[in-house]
């Protein structure tokens, strides 16, 4: 007889896109502060979904708002994108892509965001940014092979990888109008 598997813990991000002056469609992605299941990771503004919020999309919007600043209002939502399990920290992430008009400056979370990363699109689709690794963690019985996306000084991998490789041909195509 086999243990029953542990209940996902449901999260919810954003997955904003948008364009700067320069017409270049970009993501906003965020670094994670120092601490937690995550910390120091490359992420979309998310987290767990709470007992008030009435959905995912609900809980997507509150995070994105908390962790840098964008009011719900100013989101036009795109599309719900299929949900992704972490590896082996346990959750399901509930992303939704939304447009939205970025703001001079991000209001970043103390704290919670290390820092907010603009990456443009069309980069992520070059061959030089991709790589992988063998990773070893705390959590990971043994060690694993990762892909990753390099933006700058830092690798996108897990959860996120996998939403924005599935994402990023999809955008380049022009399946959504942004």
Known sequence: MTAPE????????LVPVFRRDDGELRLLVVRRAEGGPHGGQLAFPGGRCEPDDASPLATALREAREEVGIAPGEVQIL????????ATTG??????LGSLTPPRTWQVQDGEIAEVLEVKVQ???RPDLRGEAMERFPTWPAPMRIAF????PHRLWGA???IVETLVPRL???EWRV
Request: no cysteine; proline share 14%.
């Open 149 to 152: 996306f390099r933006i700058g």
């Open 172 to 174: 380049l195509a022009g």
């Open 79 to 86: 599309a719900p994108l299929p949900p992704v399990d972490t």
């Open 91 to 96: 959750f399901l992430i509930h992303p939704f």
């Open 6 to 13: 542990s209940p996902r813990v449901q999260s919810a991000v």
């Open 160 to 162: 996120t990888y996998r």
């Open 123 to 125: 980069d992520l689709s």
